[in-house]
T-cell receptor
Framework: AQSVTQLDSQVPVFEEAPVELRCNYS??????LFWYVQYPNQGLQLLLK??????LVESINGFEAEFNKSQTSFHLRKPSVHISDTAEYFC??????????FGKGTMLLVSP | DAGITQSPRYKITETGRQVTLMCHQT?????MFWYRQDLGHGLRLIYY???????DKGEVPDGYVVSRSKTENFPLTLESATRSQTSVYFC??????????????FGPGTRLTVL
């Protein structure tokens, strides 16, 4: 069975500071990894995903995540956050032949 | 409008009543999904469908019924609503061409309250 752990339910940060949202997964086989973002009162939208190849993946708005197989992690980072990044972030995993399993989410709160 | 829509956006009902939540997508995506979002639980899969007339249970299917007679529609029915089904419900779709690595596109959600 696969599972996802997001260690922080809430991460407060000041604008222009760096941030890391942590995600660990458990799976005995190869996985696909995703980060989805949910802005207030909206549905989720894909931020980035890792399928294979380079372990570092980037999004168009400055986020990046690194797949670390030995630590079974897929942490999300941004070097300088903006107020508009305030949202809930969900890590998700699929074993390729199974449905997506989502973590419980991390609320990123960016203040001026 | 192109995309994925859900109706109603808000619904209040009473325990024991039947409720149907609608989901419609205009992309002709093969896969469609129903999730519920609850504080402290994240998103949990209720049911999914790989194509018209093909549905399968997810993690929390009890108390829900789905059907998919047309590719673009995927209604979710609560046959006898209970307070524990108070939640925000999200419908999603994906092309299905690359299996479970495909991006899922989410609707805006339906906030359901069962009194």
């Amino acid at each position: 069975a696969q599972s996802v752990t997001q260690l922080d339910s809430q991460v407060p940060v000041f604008e222009e500071a760096p941030v890391e949202l942590r995600c660990n997964y458990s799976s005995s086989v190869s996985v696909y990894l995703f980060w989805y973002v949910q802005y207030p009162n909206q549905g989720l939208q894909l931020l980035l995903k890792y399928l294979s190849g380079s372990t570092l993946v980037e999004s168009i708005n400055g986020f990046e995540a690194e797949f670390n197989k030995s630590q079974t992690s897929f942490h999300l980072r941004k070097p300088s956050v903006h107020i508009s990044d305030t949202a809930e972030y969900f890590c998700a995993v699929s074993q390729g032949y199974s449905t997506l399993t989502f973590g419980k989410g991390t609320m990123l709160l960016v203040s001026p | 409008d192109a995309g994925i829509t859900q109706s109603p956006r808000y619904k209040i009902t009473e325990t024991g009543r039947q409720v149907t939540l609608m989901c419609h997508q205009t992309w002709s995506h093969s896969y469609m999904f129903w999730y519920r979002q609850d504080l402290g639980h994240g998103l949990r899969l209720i049911y999914y469908s790989a194509a018209a007339d093909i549905t399968d249970k997810g993690e929390v299917p009890d108390g829900y019924v789905v059907s998919r007679s047309k590719t673009e529609n995927f209604p979710l029915t609560l046959e006898s609503a209970t307070r524990s089904q108070t939640s925000v419900y999200f419908c999603a779709s994906s092309e299905g061409l690359a299996g479970w690595s495909d991006e899922q596109f989410f609707g805006p959600g339906t906030r359901l309250t069962v009194l």
